[in-house]
């Protein structure tokens, strides 16, 4: 069975004592679930003093971002191959990253193979923006999103990557996907899924929600939309908000349920 994946991304936030009052904090406020699996991304900076600092039986570190090239003359760039001992997994191909920073389909392709190849599991990004969703475009974006991306990896390979729909329209709104339309969304990723690799394995591939998650959301999200877990922005900034969200998943995996 595979475990509910929440992710806190800190994006451009918190040097190095904040991230480390942060990271104390969740440690105190947190309670370790069989079937929950937390994970944290800093900023780089902050990386590997938070790795010296977590409990890694409790939470999983993340990178934001890595280049796509194992070494050279990059100036300024952190690659994949760095971070190989140090992270689980890689945000790769985030909104930010696409907009701000002019990422191509090519460019997140290629990251992502650079992250498996160096063992980090990619939380690959994909989602509209809101002229894309009022022009109906939305199933075209996510598949040529999802499909270049996956484009050199084997079946095998592409199996250990988590898929996080984000709608770029609601991110930081306050005001998430409504949950039928999230279900929409989450079953079409899931057919390219199937047409790439097969029913079984568009099944067991983690799926995340992320934009504008906070506690009182995540019950109705979880309850029937096929989500496996939640990329979290700036929620997971709050230690309170953060253990709400992982508090009521776990809620809502057991409800009705007799476990502790």
Request: glycine share 8%; proline share 3%.
């Amino acid at each position: 069975m595979k475990k509910l994946l929440i992710v806190g991304n800190w994006k451009m936030n918190l040097n190095t004592q904040e991230a480390s009052l942060l990271v104390h904090r969740l440690h105190q406020h947190i309670k370790t679930h069989r079937d929950i699996e937390v994970v944290l991304a800093p900023s780089l900076l902050t990386l590997q003093p938070i790795s010296m600092e977590i409990d890694r039986r409790r939470f999983g570190l993340a990178s934001q971002n890595a280049y796509f090239v194992d070494e050279g003359a990059y100036t300024g760039e952190v690659s994949f191959n760095m971070l190989r001992e140090l992270v689980d997994y890689s945000i790769i191909g985030h909104s930010e990253r696409r907009r701000y920073f002019q990422e191509t389909l090519e460019v997140v392709r290629d990251k992502v193979a650079a992250a498996v190849r160096n063992g980090i599991t990619p939380i690959l990004c994909v989602g509209e923006t809101s002229p894309e969703r009022a022009a109906g475009e939305t199933q075209r974006v996510i598949h040529d999103q999802l499909t270049t991306a996956l484009h050199n990896l084997t079946p095998e390979e592409a199996a250990n990557v988590v898929v996080a729909y984000e709608p770029v329209w609601a991110i930081g709104t306050g005001d998430p996907e409504k949950p039928d339309d999230i279900k929409k969304v989450i079953s079409w990723i899931r057919h390219i899924l199937s047409e790439l690799y097969g029913e079984t394995q568009a099944g067991e591939q983690r799926v995340l929600y992320g934009a504008s998650v906070a506690p009182e959301f995540v019950r109705d999200i979880l309850k029937n939309t096929g989500v496996d877990g939640f990329l979290v922005g700036g929620a997971s900034l709050n230690y309170q908000q953060f253990a709400g969200i992982v508090d009521s998943a776990y809620a809502a995996l057991h409800e009705g349920s007799d476990h502790d």
